[in-house]
């Protein structure tokens, strides 16, 4: 694709994103995705969904030991009034859940969507994962250590691009203080989601806050940095004055940059997969 056409396809992609905004959406709640209690998700539906309609599963934070999808709310309506179906899944938390519980809780909300929403020719549609906080840490590890999607018969390529917000890819903190209880030392060795990156990965959009006081600037740093020695796809945006909650506010909000960036995101790999 030349240069030219490619910028008219990403502009046309956003302007999409900007004029479907007012359009109707709807909600499935509470569907089962696994035998725990916890395994269940939303899903936010447009208005028109079409065999290349992309998928955008979406984890919540809360320092591994609360929170749940009912956080992602703002974000299903807003995406899936853009026309893209917005799924938001619950995970265990701690006390009652500690590494990897939650990452392989989460692998299992992604092999269920990759297995149940096909398109008509019952073919696997894009999916995009990303989430906030902890729940970026999370969506990290799927994306990127293969073992999880492995462990439950869905493939790596499964997955089509990561979305980063504030994640404290280094793994082993809970809200900024080593979690011991959480993060128990013998697993170690499989906290950091560097380790993991290599040629065959999807592309990230990693983003954070200067005023970030949870996450240290390192750990955007560092998995960009592995991104980028494997050649991957890297797209980084700090954002100035924002604070660690600053950035899940803006992802809400068409118009602000960190949602023009997951646009262009969205927009491009969409348009490199056509």
Same mark, same amino acid.
């Given at each position: ?17 900007? $004029? ?18 916890? $395994? ?20 919540? #934070?809360?320092?591994?030991? +609360?929170?749940?999808? !009912? ?11 853009? #026309? ?9 938390? $701690? ?85 011991? +209880? ?28 200067? $005023? ?16 980028? !020695? ?13 604070? +660690? ?30």
């Amino acid at each position: 694709m030349k240069l030219n056409q490619y910028i008219c396809a990403i502009f046309m992609a956003i302007s999409g994103y900007a $004029h479907a905004e007012n359009t109707p959406y709807s909600v499935e709640k509470d569907i089962r995705f696994g035998n725990l209690p916890q $395994h269940v998700l939303d899903i936010y539906w447009p208005e028109a969904v079409k065999s290349g309609t992309a998928v955008l599963i979406f984890f919540y #934070g809360g320092g591994f030991s +609360h929170g749940d999808k !009912s956080q992602i709310r703002r974000i299903g309506e807003s995406f899936s009034k853009a #026309g893209i179906i917005v799924v938001a899944p619950n995970y265990r938390l $701690h006390p009652e859940a500690s590494f990897p519980d939650f990452v392989k809780d989460a692998a299992l909300a992604v092999s269920y969507v990759w297995q149940n929403l096909r398109d008509e020719a019952t073919l696997p549609r894009p999916i995009y994962i990303g989430g906030w906080s902890a729940g970026a840490y999370i969506a990290a590890l799927i994306s990127y250590d293969g073992r999880y999607l492995e462990e439950v018969d869905t493939p790596a390529n499964a997955i089509a691009g990561f979305i980063g917000l504030a994640g404290p890819y280094e793994g082993g903190l809970c809200a900024g203080e080593t979690c011991p +209880h959480t993060f128990p030392e013998s697993t170690a060795p499989d906290w950091p989601v560097a380790r993991f990156v290599d040629t065959t990965e999807p592309p990230m959009l990693l983003v954070r806050g200067t $005023h970030d006081l949870f996450v240290e600037k390192s750990n955007l740093e560092d998995l960009a940095a592995s991104g980028n !020695s494997a050649g991957i796809a890297v797209t980084t945006l700090v954002i100035e004055d924002a604070f +660690h909650d600053d950035v899940l506010s803006e992802i809400e909000q068409p118009g602000t940059s960190v949602r023009e960036a997951v646009d262009v995101f969205l927009g491009s790999a969409l348009v490199g997969e056509e």
